[in-house]
């Protein structure tokens, strides 16, 4: 059974800081991963989406790598903003073409 | 283009009601999936329909609910005689096509909250 870790589960950051959130999941046998935001109440916003027999995609601030042969995925935001404040959901689709989803990472970046 | 729409964006229903929630894929999208996300935890799979077809349903709990998605109209997830534990909000996405080695992205709308008094 696929489990999806994401580390850590909150962060305050004041503004202009680049940093990393870190997911971990159990079988490597995916088709891809997506990194999701989501503000409280709301919906989820895809951000970037990677297949498996990619290593990275960059949109913007953000750039998501994979690793699929050891679990892991990393969001990095670059340079971030009070606006980047939301939970950012990992999510890894396998076999079946469901979702599985991280706890998420609560952000906040102060101004 | 529109988006993946869901109706009704809030509902609120007392205990032993039927919930009906509403889901229309993306234009050119033929599947939908419904998630759940319960307070203060992460969002899990439930089912995973096709048009007139169930393909997945490993994440829906046994009794009172129930998924279609039928040759016209909207996906529904029905759930019958509702109870406190229900209250969450539901979550619809939708892709264009799965298979092979290569799974489209899903798209998500915005969720239905259901608050069960």
């Known amino acids: 059974k696929q489990e999806v870790t994401q580390i850590p589960a909150a962060l305050s950051v004041p503004e202009g800081e680049n940093l990393v959130l870190n997911c971990s999941f159990t079988?490597?046998?995916?088709?891809?991963l997506q990194w999701f935001r989501q503000d409280p109440g709301k919906g989820l916003t895809s951000l970037l989406l990677?297949?498996?027999?990619?290593r990275e995609q960059t949109s913007g601030r953000l750039n998501a790598s994979l690793d699929k042969s050891s679990g892991r995925s990393t969001l990095y935001i670059a340079a971030s903003q009070p606006g980047d404040s939301a939970t950012y959901l990992c999510a890894v689709n396998g076999a079946g073409n469901m979702l599985t989803f991280g706890g998420g990472t609560r952000l906040m970046v102060k101004p | 283009n529109a988006g993946v729409m869901q109706n009704p964006r809030h509902l609120v229903r007392r205990r032993g009601q039927e919930a009906r929630l509403r889901c229309s894929p993306m234009?050119?999208?033929?599947?939908v999936y419904w998630y759940r996300q319960l307070p203060e935890e992460g969002l899990k799979f439930m089912v995973y329909?096709?048009?007139?077809?169930?393909?997945?349903e490993s994440g829906m709990p046994k009794e009172r609910f129930s998924a279609e998605f039928p040759k016209e109209g909207p996906s529904i997830l029905r759930i019958q005689q509702v109870v406190r534990g229900d209250s969450a909000a539901y979550f619809c996405a939708s892709s264009p096509l799965a298979g092979g080695q290569f799974s489209y992205e899903q798209y998500f709308g915005p969720g239905t909250r259901l608050t069960v008094t």
């Open positions: 234009k050119g999208h033929s599947h």
């Open positions: 990677i297949q498996s027999s990619q």
């Open positions: 329909l096709q048009k007139e077809n169930i393909i997945d």
């Open positions: 079988d490597s046998a995916i088709y891809n």
